[in-house]
């Protein structure tokens, strides 16, 4: 990679970190959601074609903020039809002595996005594509819905929020809110830890994201439940990553992978955590599920892992949260404890509600050849690759139907 490419890569990387940081800034600041994205729009074009020749600012969020901010009074100003529309626009120009932004301004701009105005659906997908900058394509993946829905549900969330000021939320709706953005964290760290499209596997910049957001969250809110057991989930989750990529990016899945070299320190901290969300009330799903994580990454060795106990955390959290992956989550665990057949049998139930998925493939194929049905795993092992849109994970399922062939 030559040294123009790496500056155009590294400022890209910029961009996108700090983009959501700025929308929430300008929300925060004058409200407008609509306007204040495209005028986010128009400083990231102005920085894109500025910064690799003339170099990053010492301030690039400040400098953003400032040209983003330029750009949406000026809007303001075209399109006053009242002279009420010209005070208030000019008294939102920006001033350079204005404190710099706070790191919590994409957690506003989070909670702006979970308006209870919105229905739960449009929340997450306006936040997924305004906070953690998925594309439309990716939410609809992580969703397990068309991608024409997914527009749909953004461009009418947008619409609602236009000249919409935000506020905090009240005692009235807090229960919900909160709801909605831990589902939206929860995903965004999804989709961070294994990415639905693309050359890689991860997107360490949001899981990462999702972390620091689920943390502050939590400082916020030490005693809720909820938040302790996401971010217990996030932690223990997160600490196999390094161990789930080979040296060329390939994926290594959790039986086979390196457990030295899984973050020790993040497995003590998400441990404790889960311990604590335990008992701080009735179990809900991301505490069930932190509890899972924390099993996996307590057994030193695979064969270690207390399968029956994980089985029974399943079992209490698809009786009251059913959902299709966490559902085959369970099918695993079943197989695990009562064979591939049993396992098989359960599969044959989710088959409807996961039609065309590929982790449905990958786990029938995992089962058929654990029963030594090499030919029909084989199969469903190339059905699963050419299922996935995560390049990683198509080339490791192309690599298991290729090494039963022989």
């Not at 929430?24 to 609509?34: E, I, K, P, Q, W």
């Not at 306007?35 to 400040?62: C, I, K």
């Not at 069930?288 to 994980?310: N, S």
Request: include cysteine.
């Amino acid at each position: 990679m030559s040294h123009a490419d790496e500056v155009e890569e590294s400022v890209e990387e910029l961009l996108r970190r700090h983009a959501p940081q700025v929308l929430g800034a300008l929300v925060r600041r004058y409200g407008h959601f609509d306007a204040a994205e495209d005028a986010v729009q128009e400083a990231l074009l102005a920085a894109a074609g500025q910064w690799p020749a003339s170099g990053t600012p010492d301030n690039p969020r400040g400098w953003l903020i400032r040209v983003a901010s330029r750009r949406l009074t000026d809007q303001l100003r075209a399109d006053a039809a009242r002279a009420r529309r010209e005070e208030t626009a000019a008294r939102l120009e920006p001033r350079e002595t204005r404190a710099a932004p706070s790191d919590d301004d994409t957690l506003t701009l989070l909670f702006l996005c979970c308006d209870p105005s919105l229905p739960p659906a449009g929340r997450v997908a306006l936040t997924l594509r305004a906070v953690g900058g998925l594309t439309t394509a990716e939410i609809a993946r992580a969703h397990l819905v068309p991608e024409a829905t997914i527009a749909q549900r953004i461009s009418r969330a947008k619409a609602k929020l236009r000249n919409h000021r935000f506020q905090a939320p009240g005692p009235d709706d807090r229960d919900a809110r909160l709801a909605a953005v831990l589902q939206v964290l929860y995903l965004i760290f999804n989709e961070g830890y294994t990415a639905t499209s693309g050359p890689a596997l991860l997107r360490a910049d949001l899981a990462r994201e999702a972390i620091r957001l689920t943390r502050a969250v939590r400082r916020l809110l030490p005693e809720e439940a909820t938040v302790t057991g996401l971010l217990a989930l996030m932690l223990l989750t997160e600490a196999r990553s390094a161990a789930r990529t080979g040296p060329h990016g390939e994926l290594i899945p959790l039986d086979e992978q390196d457990r030295t070299r899984w973050d020790r320190a993040a497995i003590e901290e998400g441990t404790a955590l889960v311990e604590e969300a335990l008992t701080e009330g009735p179990p809900g799903p991301y505490q069930l599920q932190a509890a899972i994580a924390a099993l996996h990454d307590e057994a030193g060795r695979v064969e270690d892992t207390d399968w029956p106990q994980i089985l029974a955390l399943y079992d209490l959290l698809v009786s009251d949260w059913p959902h299709p992956m966490a559902e085959l989550g369970r099918v695993v665990a079943v197989a695990m404890v009562h064979g591939p057949d049993k396992g098989l049998t359960e599969l044959a139930a989710l088959e409807p509600r996961l039609k065309d998925h590929h982790r449905l493939s990958a786990v029938r194929a995992h089962l058929l050849e654990r029963t030594g049905d090499r030919a029909a795993a084989r199969a469903a092992y190339s059905e699963a690759a050419a299922l996935t849109l995560s390049l990683p994970e198509r080339h490791y399922l192309r690599i298991k139907a290729a090494r039963l062939a022989e």
